[in-house]
Structures are given as structure tokens and as C-alpha cells.
């Protein structure tokens, strides 16, 4: 499937801008456990205060790359674990016997952030949430082109988000988790032939055939968003990011004139 990216906006790590990320793919600066959450000072005060950490990030990139198109773009929101602090804290207040809160609830679902992105902006078009496992990056970057593709859409918004999960669940994780979000405003290859020095991508998938008498695969320790972001910034032509179930293919068709 191709096509291209008019925006894309990460933020985690202790990367924030473009830059940053240039220099985190050609392996000249690292990524940090620490970071400041980004300001959102486009929001009222009294909506940033009740944000947490995780809709923070998810909200910054989904409006620094939606850009001119806010109201109008529709949108899939992803995440392996979602908000799950509020998540945890709700099934410590269960245990507890406490009483529930509605809107506390109601903010740990998967498709929060995206209900939250939808009622500041005044956008109405359609919205999904995705969560795959592993291939969550990925995976949703697949059902925002197929949406792309099947609907005629001109562009698409994808919005992927995790943070570190609390401390009683990091012994059922493989992976090298990091406070992240990533938002690419994806447009299809038809859609950019009038714009200059579009580049062209195209992802393709592979079922992994698993081997007679060989032990369960492990997760791969790097989270793929990260792999996609280090390809992105990079000149390389293509990437192969390999998981327990799947072999992802993402490659740099050309650049239109």
C-alpha cells in the first residue's frame, strides 16, 4: 500500500523536534528516560490541568500534525496499553471496595484521547482506536491506509501513544518501554501528485510461518514506532522490522517533482 506523509510530529524520549529526530537516526543523539510533557498551550488551562501525562502527549502531536485539517480529518488513535495508570487505579479502587469514578472511567478507555481530540476541536468525522500487542504502530498504520484508500478520504490522521506502565505490571514487559507519542498526517500517493518532493511510501506485511519444534519467539525489545521514526528521518530506501508474528516491509518508492 503507498503513500505519503505530509506532517509528521513525535514527542518522547527527550526528542521533541524534527531536528532531534534527524540526529536520533543518524545515531547522533540518544534517547532519554526522562522528558518535560509538551505545554499544549493552544488549550485553556482548565482543560490541560485535567489532562494526564499520556492524553499530554497523544494531543500535542495529534494537533501540531493535524494542522490546517482539525476539524474536518478523520482519525485512528493507538495504543498498545492505553491510559492504563487510570486504567490501574481504577482496578485498585475495585479491590478497595471504592466507589468508581464515571469520569475516570470514561478517560481510561482506549478511544478517550480521540473523543477528547474531537470534542476541542469540533471534529466529526470518523474515529477508531487500535490496539495490537506488539504490531499496535504498525497495525494501525495499516487500517488508517485501508480507511484511506476505501473511503476516497484526501487525508488521514494517525495518532499512536504509549507511556511506561506502572510498576506491578513491568514484569509481563519485553519491551524497552518510553513515554511516546507519534501523529502522521497521511495523505495517498493520488492526493500528493500535484505537491513537489512528496516522497512516496509503501508498506507491505508478511506472515511469519513458524518453525517445527523451536521455542516461542520473544517481543522485539524496540518499540516500532521508534523503528519507524529512526527509517523516516534517514535516507534509507527500505526497513524490515520483524515481530513474533510478522514481518513489517516499509519502503521509499521516489520522490515526485
Known amino acids: 500500500m ?22 536520533f537516526a543518524q545515531h547522533e543523539q540518544s534517547l532519554s528516560q526522562t522528558q518535560e510533557l509538551p505545554a499544549l498551550k493552544q488549550m485553556p488551562a482548565m482543560q490541560r490541568r485535567r489532562l494526564s501525562p499520556f492524553a499530554k502527549l497523544s494531543l500535542h502531536c495529534a494537533l501540531e500534525a493535524a494542522d490546517d485539517c482539525l476539524t474536518t480529518v478523520p482519525s485512528v488513535f493507538a495504543s498498545r496499553h492505553g491510559d492504563l495508570a487510570k486504567t490501574s487505579k481504577l482496578i485498585s479502587d475495585v479491590a478497595s471496595k471504592e466507589v468508581l469514578s464515571p469520569t475516570q472511567f470514561g478517560l481510561s478507555v482506549h478511544n478517550a484521547v480521540g473523543g477528547l481530540f474531537s470534542i476541542y476541536t469540533g471534529n466529526k468525522a470518523p ?32 495518532v499512536f501513544t ?96
Open 2 to 23: 503507498r503513500f505519503t506523509i505530509k506532517k509528521c510530529v513525535a514527542w518522547g524520549g527527550g526528542l521533541t523536534t524534527a531536528q532531534d529526530w534527524q540526529a
Open 127 to 158: 474515529m477508531s482506536a487500535v490496539s495490537a500487542g506488539e504490531d499496535t504502530f504498525f497495525t494501525a498504520l495499516l487500517d488508517a491506509l485501508c480507511k484511506l484508500n476505501s473511503n476516497d478520504y484526501k487525508q488521514i490522521l494517525l
Open 162 to 257: 504509549e507511556t511506561k506502565v506502572p510498576e506491578i505490571y513491568q514484569q509481563y514487559i519485553q519491551q524497552d518501554e518510553l513515554d511516546i507519542a507519534c501523529a502522521l498526517l497521511i495523505e495517498s500517493e493520488q492526493e500528493s501528485h500535484h505537491q513537489s518532493q512528496q516522497t512516496v511510501f509503501e508498506l507491505a506485511i508478511e506472515e511469519k510461518i513458524p518453525q517445527e519444534n523451536s521455542a516461542e519467539a520473544n517481543e522485539s525489545a524496540r518499540m516500532q514506532v521508534l523503528d519507524f521514526l529512526a527509517f523516516y528521518y534517514s535516507d534509507n530506501l527500505q526497513t524490515l522490522v520483524e515481530s513474533k508474528r510478522h514481518l513489517w516491509r516499509l519502503a521509499r518508492i521516489a520522490d515526485q517533482k
